[in-house]
């Protein structure tokens, strides 16, 4: 299993050769509170790097979820709609989407775990 | 930022402070949003509301003066009764709305919104006459106490006996000014306290096994089932009591003379042109503030002034202004482009369970 990589909007990603999965980080999760609802892309949806492809509507509020790459939709994780307990920093159970990315060199401006949590501490 | 006498009492309990009509307010406490409206509803919370303007208006004619800028008739209501209503303007708009007791005939204080403390003070000395003293109290803090177990929480920390303390009546206890009334739909209490007690006041209620901290989210998000409007949101300088469902603060219509009088008498006769309702929806969402109402034929009718999640119905509610017509119950709200299926609904959303 590879490294999850952070962005500075608190999601994470985790890639495995051109594919990768997307999900929120349990800082994220902890800020958001009691989660009400969660709104689900198409699979098929081509986005862009810093592109907004999920709300989660907490009881406080609606947060958007941005895209750390650019690539296609290859799946939608459907059964966390049902389960947003789920919805946290776990590969297996909490990814959103996973995407084919176009763009692999994006990745670079991405931070690891170390260099998120240091972030965090400044937050 | 301002503060109140207990921004730093927030702070302790590690309270997530936000910005709130220039004060720093607690947004929510280590429960949560919903953990705090659920214990409200079983249990008793206490909220900070030292924001809000407390208000004496006195003076010889200090009865006449606040008939002339609400709606409302204070002649039979006895002394130390509380009434809910607004401050209207020429056009029959809504100045703000507010509780106003009346202590005596020449004698009221008045409750009301921190964002519209300024330009009610303003609004309200504009429109006096040089025999009515009008002064903010900067000096006391405002508690609210509200839930099931309030009564007997005030019974057990303060040894206050409030059994024969009706709805919307005060009793004044030493520098204490109790009011049985509150923004939830349960019984309770708001408490106006000299700034100096409050903090040692909060604590001592915060001692009791059945009363948690309850913050600004929880507090709207109780308001909004019980239907409550939110000034700013749900009502405003542009919206008649008439429209907004508030009809009823008129009473008997025995005041006849106030500001914007004209206005809502035309209104009242020649009929609306659009009105407040509420909505639950059905489909899965969140309709907050400013999301389109439709008709099953997707017309667009009106918009969503204030909306979300109802921790006691386990369903998104909200409300908002419709067009007058005949299209039923049935309706769309949209958020982000999607239509969510809801129905229109009377409020309250939850059953009151304030003490008659």
């Not at chain 1, 995407?99 to 690891?112: A, F, H, I, K, Q």
């Not at chain 2, 903010?136 to 057990?156: I, M, S, W």
């Not at chain 2, 667009?300 to 299209?327: A, C, H, K, R």
Request: charged share 25%.
């Amino acid at each position: 299993m590879s490294a999850l990589k952070y962005t500075k909007d608190h999601e994470w990603i985790e890639v495995t050769g051109n594919k990768a999965k997307i999900g929120i980080s349990d800082h994220a999760r902890d800020a958001l509170g009691d989660l009400v609802f969660l709104e689900l892309p198409d699979t098929g949806r081509t986005l862009s790097k810093g592109e907004d492809f999920a709300v989660i509507e907490s009881v406080k509020a609606a947060s958007e979820v941005y895209s750390p790459i650019s690539g296609e939709i290859t799946s939608v994780n459907e059964s966390l709609a049902d389960s947003l307990d789920d919805l946290k920093e776990d590969t297996e159970k909490g990814w959103i989407i996973a995407v084919e990315m176009s763009n692999p060199s994006e990745l670079e401006g991405l931070m690891d775990k170390v260099a998120y949590d240091l972030y965090l501490g400044e937050l | 930022m301002k503060k109140t006498p207990l921004t730093d009492s927030h702070i302790s309990l590690s309270a997530t402070m936000a910005e709130f009509a220039g004060y720093e307010m607690p947004l929510y406490y280590e429960l949560g949003v919903k953990a705090e409206h659920l214990w409200t509803r079983a249990h008793a919370g206490v909220f900070d509301v030292s924001h809000m303007g407390q208000v004496l208006i006195e003076g010889g004619h200090a009865r006449a003066f606040i008939e002339k800028i609400t709606p409302s008739s204070f002649e039979k209501t006895p002394v130390n009764g509380a009434k809910y209503t607004v401050l209207t303007n020429e056009a029959g708009g809504m100045v703000d709305d507010l509780i106003i007791t009346k202590r005596s005939e020449t004698q009221f204080f008045v409750v009301l919104n921190a964002g519209c403390k300024e330009k009610d003070l303003a609004w309200m000395r504009a429109h006096c006459p040089e025999s009515v003293e009008i002064t903010l109290l900067e000096d006391r803090a405002l508690l609210a106490l509200q839930g099931p177990k309030a009564e007997r929480v005030l019974t057990e920390t303060l040894s206050l006996d409030l059994l024969a303390l009706r709805y919307m009546q005060m009793v004044q206890i030493d520098e204490l000014f109790i009011s049985r009334l509150g923004y939830t739909g349960e019984d309770g209490f708001e408490i106006s306290v000299p700034s100096t007690y409050a903090p040692a006041l909060w604590d001592r209620l915060l001692e009791h096994k059945h009363v948690n901290p309850i913050g600004l989210a929880a507090r709207d998000s109780l308001r909004l089932e019980m239907g409550y409007p939110l000034y700013g949101h749900d009502i405003d300088d542009t919206t008649s009591p008439i429209e907004a469902g508030l009809t009823w603060i008129m009473g008997k219509k025995e005041n006849r003379d106030f500001i914007g009088a004209q206005s809502i008498f035309n209104h009242l006769e020649s009929g609306l042109q659009r009105r407040r309702i509420g909505f639950q929806l059905i489909g899965k969402g969140v309709a907050r503030e400013g999301a389109e109402i439709r008709t099953v034929k997707d017309e667009v009718i009106g918009t969503v002034t204030s909306g979300g999640y109802s921790p006691s119905l386990e369903q998104s509610i909200g409300m908002g202004y419709v067009d007058e017509g005949e299209y039923g119950t049935d309706i769309f709200i949209t958020v982000r482009g999607r239509n969510i299926e809801a129905v229109i609904k009377d409020m309250p959303f939850v059953t009151p369970k304030t003490k008659r």
